[in-house]
Nanobody, 114 residues
Framework: VQLVESGGGLVQAGGSLRLSCAVS??????MGWYRQAPGKQRELVGI???????NYAAFVKGRFTVSRDNAKNTVYLQMNSLKPEDTAIYYC???????????WGQGTQVTVPS
């Protein structure tokens, strides 16, 4: 199983970025995104299930959108109105329901200068 992220970078406050994560090797019920800022624990951003149910972290507040293309086995994270506190490494995540292994991408850096 491989998860390959793309789309990170540096963006000014108020700007937008779209992250993509292509999953190969398997199809998972749960796909989504976590992030880890310097000195902080990894935290949920948003996840989407195969039937389209989405859960977001409270801090998203309508600024981010998680989506998936099942035909391409790819999950996306559209981030709008970015803030300096969104600066973090963003990790793609995949898992099946139940007691199954979790899979992570290598991470992609998102930087929003203050």
């Amino acid at each position: 199983v491989q998860l390959v992220e793309s789309g990170g970078g540096l963006v000014q406050a108020g700007g937008s970025l779209r992250l993509s994560c292509a999953v190969s090797g398997s199809i998972f019920n749960i796909m989504g995104w976590y992030r880890q800022a310097p000195g902080k624990q990894r935290e949920l951003v948003g996840i989407i299930t195969s039937d389209g149910t989405i859960n977001y972290a409270a801090f998203v507040k309508g600024r981010f959108t998680v989506s998936r293309d099942n035909a391409k086995n790819t999950v996306y994270l559209q981030m709008n109105s970015l803030k300096p506190e969104d600066t973090a490494i963003y990790y793609c995540y995949s898992k099946d329901y139940g007691l199954k292994p979790e899979y992570w991408g290598q991470g992609t850096q998102v930087t929003v200068p203050s």
